[in-house]
């Protein structure tokens, strides 16, 4: 697929793309320079919004999750994933400079699709949880050093709480390298992973320090 769209330049610009079909996955300049440079980016296919996000470094986050290294050094190639293909349906994309850049915006897919992917913000105050189920992901910022702790209940039944420093061991399989146990170029968001659906929920627990916001996708 062909480029779709160019960043119109000035911090905080929108641009905006009217699309016949929402592409599978995004890239805004290429797919592996680290950053996106994108401050908000919202989806909507068919008028209904599946994809929210305020942010620079959470955007950047949600586009590594999903991906490998780009090259022996580990870098992890960026793509945010829209869809499980590319979905035949009106489609706006509206993606917010985060400087004076005119990246180029390109959509690729290498399948029809059949589902968006959903991903949504929630902030959670000090002191205090929230808990999440039914997600593929979540992503932590401000972690570790607004996360207390992080407890985690499995399908099969088990239950533990973890710190944010140790999250990366219950998912090191998936990362690219060990420089990449935290996500994001400043490598202050922990990942949890539920592709596998072996999670049944998930309640992040915040420190007196601040609040945090957590990212969740779902299909």
Wanted: hydrophobic share 40%; net charge negative.
């Amino acid at each position: 697929m062909a480029q779709i769209g160019t960043m119109t330049t000035g911090a905080g610009v929108v641009t905006s793309l009217n699309l016949p079909y929402c592409p599978q996955f995004l890239l805004v300049d290429n797919s592996y320079t680290g950053t996106f440079d994108l401050t908000n980016i919202d989806v909507s296919i068919n008028g209904q919004s599946t994809v929210s996000l305020i942010g620079a470094d959470d955007i950047d986050a949600v586009a590594q999750i999903k991906s490998h290294p780009s090259v022996d050094d580990g870098n992890v190639l960026m793509a945010l994933e829209l869809a499980n293909g590319e979905i035949n349906a009106p489609t706006l994309i509206r993606l917010t400079n985060e400087g004076a850049n005119t990246n180029a915006i390109y959509g690729v897919s290498s399948q029809v699709g059949t589902a968006p992917y959903r991903y949504s913000q929630f902030t959670i105050n000090a002191t205090s949880n929230q808990i999440f189920q039914d997600f593929d992901s979540v992503l932590i910022n401000s972690s570790p050093t607004n996360i207390d702790s992080i407890e985690i209940q499995w399908v099969d039944g088990y239950n533990d709480r973890y710190a944010p420093q140790e999250l990366p061991a219950l998912f090191k399989s998936l990362y690219a390298a060990e420089s990449l146990g935290m996500f994001s170029v400043t490598g202050d968001i922990n990942w949890i992973n539920n592709e596998d659906g072996n999670i049944a929920n998930a309640t992040v627990y915040t420190n007196a320090t601040g609040s945090a916001t957590c990212t969740v996708g779902r299909i």
